[in-house]
């Protein structure tokens, strides 16, 4: 007797690291995060803010990890990482966006979007090898601008992006820090890639996660593509409402 193959599950988180430091910059918190995100139990973790190296905080901020903060937080759960810088200072340091994954990272890339200004964005694709999924995983993690026409222009870099190097019948995962208080990113995210995101499929709207203490604005997303389910996540305000000004978001997503 011939049985369906079970569809793999995957539970996702995405959290602005906020550079790993509390709500204002009052206490450097990287430690604390690691145990937090630990906790959700993660199969694939998408990361904005996230320190590469920073010599000042590393002599002054008790601590401070010598190492990348996206190697700390991989430890030994997440085998595989990849980094995307986005921001670089004038001394050589820099912080971007960053995955981690149980799953192998076949090969990624980081893709500028930066607009004219002194803000710098960036996409970073990841292409994944999920057991018993039916082909490769893409994953994006996203942070875009804080000025909604950098946002339109962004998105569009996005949407051909998708077009151009994600099969159209492949699974596609994206998370990450959208900035859209306007709530604008669905209907270009739909209408060019068919994406779906997960809170607002599910409650009709999305989740609110800024400020982590009071949230307000519903800044952070996962938006899917081609796959077979997917649920969001309950995650609880603490220890999250003091580790970032983000709050992170989880869900399920069966390939």
Not at 110 to 133: F, I, Q, T, W, Y
Request: with cysteine; aromatic share 8%.
């Amino acid at each position: 007797m011939s049985t369906t193959p079970a569809f793999p599950t995957l539970r996702v988180l995405t959290v602005n690291t906020h550079k790993g430091f509390s709500f204002f910059n009052r206490k450097f918190i990287l430690h604390e995060l690691r145990e937090a995100v630990r906790t959700v139990g993660a199969d694939v973790v998408f990361l904005q803010e996230v320190m590469g190296t920073h010599e000042m905080h590393a002599k002054r901020v008790k601590g401070w990890k010598a190492a990348p903060h996206y190697e700390f937080l991989a430890d030994t759960i997440w085998g595989a990482f990849a980094y995307g810088r986005n921001a670089i200072y004038p001394n050589g340091d820099h912080h971007g966006n960053a995955v981690l994954s149980k799953f192998p990272i076949l090969r990624y890339e980081n893709r500028d979007v930066s607009v004219h200004g002194p803000e710098k964005r960036g996409v970073l694709h990841c292409v994944l090898d999920v057991p018993g999924a039916p082909r490769e995983v893409h994953a994006m993690c996203v942070h875009l601008g804080l000025r909604e026409s950098q946002r339109s222009h962004q998105l569009d870099l996005m949407c051909h992006m998708i077009d151009a190097e994600i099969p159209t019948d492949a699974a596609l995962l994206i998370a990450g820090d959208f900035n859209d208080w306007r709530v604008r990113a669905h209907r270009v995210l739909d209408r060019c890639a068919g994406l779906v995101e997960v809170f607002q499929h599910a409650h009709g709207t999305t989740a609110r996660t800024f400020p982590a203490r009071w949230p307000l604005l519903q800044l952070d997303r996962i938006y899917v593509r081609n796959v077979a389910g997917h649920r969001p996540v309950r995650l609880p305000p603490r220890p999250w409402s003091h580790l970032s000004d983000h709050a992170p978001l989880a869900a399920e997503v069966t390939l």
